[in-house]
Structures are given as C-alpha cells and as structure tokens.
C-alpha cells in the first residue's frame, strides 16, 4: 500500500499551519513551524502571489495531508462524494471522517493518525466482533469498535486509557473508557467536523 514517509513537518510547513501529523510534538515548542512559519526550500521565504488556483490546491494538499491519504484515493474519495446527495464538499469530509483510522485517532486511542493507521495495520481492532486491519474502513452508525483483549496490555494502550479523559471526543460518537470500546451513534455532519479545511475550494479545484 502506497504512503508518504517523507517528513510530517515540512508538509505543515508547506501549508503554513499546523496540520497535527506529529501528535504531542505539535502543541510543543520544538514544532518547526513556530520557529520557521514558511514553506521548505531555497525560495520557501519568497514565494510570488498565490494564484487562485494555486489556493484551491493548496487546500485539497491539506485536506489530503491531515487524513494521510493519497492523490489517487483523495481523488476517489471525492468521486465517490460528488455522486451522493447532498453538498459534495461535506460529504468528502464525512467519508473522510468516517474512515476507522481517523475514528481511533478522535476517540483519543492515539496521538496521530499515523499512529492511529499502524494500530489499526496491526490488527489491535474489532469492529462488531471482527478483526479489522484495513484503516480506510468505514464505520457507520451504531457499529462498535473494541481493542482486541490481547492487546490492552500494551505500551500504547496503557497510556491512551490513562490520557482519555484530557481530549475531546466528537458528538457523533462515544468513548466508554473503562472498556476501550468507541460507539457510533450517527454519522458526522459539517458542524462538528474540526477540520480546517474550506471544502468548497477543493469542489471548485476539482470541477475545473
């Protein structure tokens, strides 16, 4: 499976905001973009005047970056939105929501994505009792996702279950602490989706 394993940093860089692809250090004072809020590069500190097309891709770049998903399956995903009822826009961020490595990362069962996509990659999860290890899987309502009991014991686990209660879980879903279970109530809608991200502009990107 394709992925990005170049470094997190410069592509919060490159989008001039933190886009929290490092977890903790994010919110440190060792995050890059504090001390250098400009693009990577030779010419990073003089770039010329974003065209309007240039901001429309900058912002599907982002978009893509903060959920970890490629060009060919970012292009998918908005495919797949734009047929649905609906406004194209929101419907791309709640499939992208909705996928379960981003569910184990919003219930606070790990301090990134990344690390969320590894967990997931290596078999840590159960959804309605089954053993899921694709993190593009998509949850729905009413769907449970459990920690496999063999892996609670772990290093990453441990130290979730003790963190639980310092992050804030969306509506849509719910964190039972005491079992390291995630219950879907409904599927998210714009208003309590956080991602700073203007979805119109990648509809407008890719409409041309």
């Known amino acids: 499976m394709a992925r990005y394993t170049g470094a997190d940093c410069k592509r919060c860089r490159r989008e001039k905001v933190k886009l929290f692809l490092k977890g903790s250090k ?3 004072p060792k995050c890059p973009i504090e001390s250098r809020p400009y693009p990577p590069g030779q ?19 982002k978009c893509a970056r903060i959920y970890g998903v490629l060009e060919k399956q970012f292009r998918g995903y908005y495919e797949e939105a734009n047929r649905l009822q609906g406004k194209t826009g929101e419907n791309l961020l709640v499939l992208l929501e909705t996928r379960l490595d981003n ?4 219930a606070g069962f790990a301090k990134s994505r990344d690390m969320a996509r590894q ?4 078999s840590h999860f159960t959804v309605n009792g089954k053993k899921v290890n694709i993190p593009s899987y998509r949850v729905s309502p009413m769907d449970i ?3 496999v009991p063999g892996s609670l014991d ?5 130290v979730a279950s003790a963190e639980l209660g310092d992050k804030a879980v969306p509506a849509w879903m719910e964190v039972v602490g005491s079992r390291m279970r995630i219950l879907i109530h409904a599927m998210p809608t714009r208003p309590v989706i956080d991602t700073l991200v203007q979805e119109q502009m990648i509809v407008e990107l890719y409409s041309k």
């Open 26 to 28: 994010c919110d440190g």
């Open 43 to 61: 010419h990073g500190r003089g770039r010329a005047k974003e065209s309007e097309y240039l901001l429309q891709l900058r912002e599907k770049q």
């Open 103 to 106: 569910v184990v990362f919003r």
């Open 119 to 122: 967990l997931v990659k290596h």
């Open 145 to 147: 996702v459990d920690v």
């Open 154 to 158: 772990t290093t990453p686990f441990i």
